[in-house]
């Protein structure tokens, strides 16, 4: 088996990547002669961002605080439901075909019956992200604590553990990998709802200012969009990652070992 890169050389691979990647966006859209109304070339968009950056900085703000506070309260509330279904046969059996259909249904429509309830502006925004969120926080956290060994959760009855002991000092540490798994996946499933409700229900946020552009066929506004959600996604993942890193090293045993 080869030895694994170490740390710096992986990172300096994955940004000649990113940079290659650019690099040749920019080129092939030069030589084609692509119309920016098709496809801006990375130099013009990070122009614009630039230039506009003082008028998209507020609406950065506005989409990154409903998107975390969606996120929170769709991980609250997951993390409930998860606990409450992975903990007992009969509360599975009974909520889960529920989790399955409302996960089912394609956010896109809840968003009119959101405004109609609560108006046009954040709220549909938050309530978007939070749904998004939910249902895979609630099957992670549901699927970690339905594979703690039954084993030892004998062991611990006999030596006079409760319920609630056994629930708090070994399933839910044993679901921390399955729960942070899933926090990266409504995390970014979380700017999904946000950006999608924006551009249906808010006078304010990225997702309202690509609409905006694409509406006046501003094209290299409509990708400075898109880079500032993407920057915003990437920044939270990593944050999401180093926060994993801290909790569940435990899981990650030998790779601790590789160099920095």
């Known amino acids: 088996m080869s030895k694994p890169l170490p740390r710096w050389r992986r990172n300096l691979l994955s940004f000649s990547a990113m940079i290659g990647f650019f690099l040749l966006w920019e080129v092939l ?21 630039i230039e506009k950056m003082p008028i998209l900085w507020p609406h950065t703000q506005q989409t990154l605080m409903t998107t975390l506070v969606g996120f929170f309260l769709g991980v609250f509330i997951g ?23 409302f ?71 044993r679901t921390l990998p399955y729960l942070f798994a899933s926090l990266k996946i409504a995390l970014t499933s979380a700017f999904i709802g946000t950006v999608l409700a924006e551009t249906v229900a808010s ?14 066929f501003d094209v290299p506004l409509v990708f400075a969009g898109l880079f500032i959600l993407a920057a915003l996604g990437v920044a939270l993942y990593s944050v999401s990652a180093l926060v994993e890193s801290r909790f569940t090293s435990w899981t990650q045993r030998g790779k601790g070992s590789e160099a920095a």
């Not at 993390?79 to 259909?101: C, F, K, T, W």
């Not at 938050?126 to 594979?147: K, Q, R, Y």
Request: net charge neutral.
């Open 203 to 216: 006078n304010k946020g990225i997702g309202n200012v690509m609409m905006i552009a694409s509406g006046n």
């Open 29 to 49: 859209c030069r030589l084609l002669g692509v119309s920016e109304l098709v496809l801006p070339v990375p130099s013009q968009i990070a122009a614009v961002l």
């Open 103 to 173: 996960s089912s249904i394609p956010k896109v429509a809840v968003v009119p019956i959101f405004v109609v309830w609560f108006g046009s502006g954040t709220i549909p925004a938050i309530l978007t992200s939070m749904v998004i969120g939910i249902f895979p926080v609630v099957v992670n956290v549901a699927t970690g604590l339905a594979t703690t060994e039954p084993e030892l959760e004998d062991v611990l009855r006999v030596l006079g553990a409760k319920k609630r002991d056994i629930l708090w000092n070994v399933g839910l540490p």
């Open 79 to 101: 993390l409930l439901i998860g606990v409450i279904i992975g903990s007992s046969r009969v509360a599975y059996d009974i909520a889960y075909p529920l989790l399955v259909g």
